[in-house]
């Protein structure tokens, strides 16, 4: 099936750093979800992108939505210990798609922040 | 409120047992998910529905037996369930399709 190439796979960062990652795909999606997990815990909505070359800020997060509509990207700034965890990008099909609804999750960033 | 909300938060159940999940969300959302997530894996999709109706099944097998009884609520019915099936069962909704979907907590199943 289809799949997003997210990376990187991992981050060590200290405190305060930014921190930068993006996830890929070889077809279109209408659109892009980026979630947090805790350990345990259900994925945690961060953003949503709708629009080709949408960026989008929540807090010290931003994303975009790739003008190809292959790709997307999630910035954090300014870093901080409970940023701690999984962040996985998401693509969805919209309605007027065969696979409408349909989404499909990159295999995740595990991000660690030194204090 | 985005609250999505599933019982039992923890469920045991040998191979031969019948078992239910339950998830309710009263957003007024008219499309519900279920995810399978394994561990350090993504959210894999199994079902979902639109408006009360079955709109995908990614090919699950069929001791997974889903139901929308009405709006608010989905269920994820077992049966006859194999040891790899343990993993933590997500529940998602969505105004309508292709919006962005919040989550339940999960229900973490054990199957022994």
């Known amino acids: 099936g289809q799949q997003l190439n997210q990376s990187p796979q991992s981050m060590f960062i200290q405190e305060g750093e930014d921190v930068s990652m993006n996830c890929t795909s070889s077809s279109i999606f209408n659109t892009w979800l980026w979630y947090k997990q805790d350990p345990g815990e259900g994925p945690v909505l961060l953003i949503a992108l709708y629009k080709a070359g949408e960026l989008t800020s929540n807090g010290r997060l931003t994303a975009q939505f790739g003008i190809t509509r292959k790709d997307s990207f999630l910035n954090i700034s300014a870093s901080i210990p409970s940023d701690v965890g999984i962040y996985f990008c998401a693509g ?5 798609n065969t696979n409408a609804g349909k989404s499909t999750f990159g295999d995740g960033t595990t991000l660690t922040v030194k204090p | 409120d985005t609250e999505v909300t599933q019982t039992p938060k923890h469920l045991v159940m040998g191979m031969t047992n019948k078992k239910s999940l339950k998830c309710e969300q009263h957003m007024g959302h008219r499309a519900m998910y279920w995810y399978k997530q394994k561990a350090k894996k993504p959210p894999e999709l199994m079902f979902v529905y639109s408006y009360e109706k079955l709109s995908i099944n990614e090919s699950v097998p069929s001791r997974f037996s889903p139901e ?7 269920n994820l019915h077992l049966h006859a369930l194999q040891p790899e099936d343990s993993a933590l069962y997500l ?16 229900t973490r199943l054990t199957v022994t």
């Not at chain 2, 929308?68 to 989905?74: E, F, R, T």
């Not at chain 2, 105004?95 to 989550?103: D, I, K, R, S, T």
Request: proline residues 7%; hydrophobic residues 30%; contains cysteine.
């Open chain 2, 91 to 106: 529940c998602a909704s969505s105004q309508v399709l292709a919006y962005e979907q919040y989550f339940g907590p999960g």
């Open chain 2, 68 to 74: 929308c009884p009405n709006s608010s609520l989905l």
């Open chain 1, 92 to 96: 969805v099909y919209n309605s007027l």
